[in-house]
């Protein structure tokens, strides 16, 4: 069973609007979650980067926030454009000495106009 | 900021050869890269961690004689695929950190192999 689950799995959007995807993680001990966006046929791109003592963190219009008691994390995309339109994986550090991570399968985002 | 270069992007070959895929740090020495396969719709799933100067560590599962990683440089990583198969065929993705662990991880554009 994979130890990161993110939901939904996929999902569709307005132009211009909100949206919010989740993450949920099994993952013990935790070092860091991380948020990348990905386009189709492309390699990941790294979104933020948050330790276990790190509640929110923002890169432009995408804000992530971190429950590590909940072991839960979300991504909020505001006011999306067309570009914003990938798959986002949620990424989990087992220990701040290794380089073990745990992948989530992805959202994919649509925006369409 | 730091870049990770794969090549090539995409490769078609005859099932029974071999392919090799380069991984490149541009702008940073990377001691450690990394290794992924992704199947559509899927999560990376990571297939090796290759070492400067040293043998790969392969995850439970991954042929080391059917993978080859090689870590010559301090920024070059190539993976070989011998004797390709088509179920070899998938989206291969490097990775490496500049800062360790904790440190940012950049990835390589991938690099898409269609065996025929």
């Known amino acids: 069973k994979n130890q990161v689950e993110q939901s939904p799995q996929s999902l569709i959007i307005l132009e211009g609007k909100n949206c919010t995807l989740q993450c949920n993680y099994t993952v013990s001990p935790f070092s860091n979650l991380r948020w990348y966006k990905q386009d189709t046929g492309r390699g990941p791109v790294s979104l933020t980067i948050m330790t276990f003592s790190e509640n929110t963190k923002s890169n432009g219009r995408y804000t992530a926030t971190l429950d590590a008691d909940t072991k839960q994390s979300s991504l909020h995309i505001t006011a999306s454009q067309l570009s914003d339109s990938a798959s986002y994986i949620c990424v989990v550090s087992l220990s701040s000495n290794d380089y073990k991570l745990s992948f989530g399968a992805g959202t994919t985002v649509t925006v369409r106009a | 900021g730091a870049v990770v270069s794969q090549h090539p992007s995409r490769v078609i070959c005859k099932s029974g050869t071999s392919v090799k895929i380069e991984c490149r740090s541009l702008d940073f020495q990377a001691t450690t890269m990394f290794w992924y396969r992704q199947f559509p719709k899927k999560s990376l799933m990571l297939m090796a961690t290759?070492?400067?100067?040293?043998?790969?560590?392969?995850e439970q599962g991954v042929e080391k004689d059917k993978f080859l990683i090689n870590h010559a440089s301090l920024t070059l990583s190539t993976l070989t695929v011998t004797s390709a198969h088509p179920e070899d065929s998938s989206f291969y993705i490097c990775s490496a950190s500049r800062q360790g662990p904790t440190g940012e991880l950049f990835f390589g554009e991938g690099s898409r192999l269609t065996v025929l």
């Open positions: 290759s070492n400067e100067g040293s043998k790969a560590t392969y």
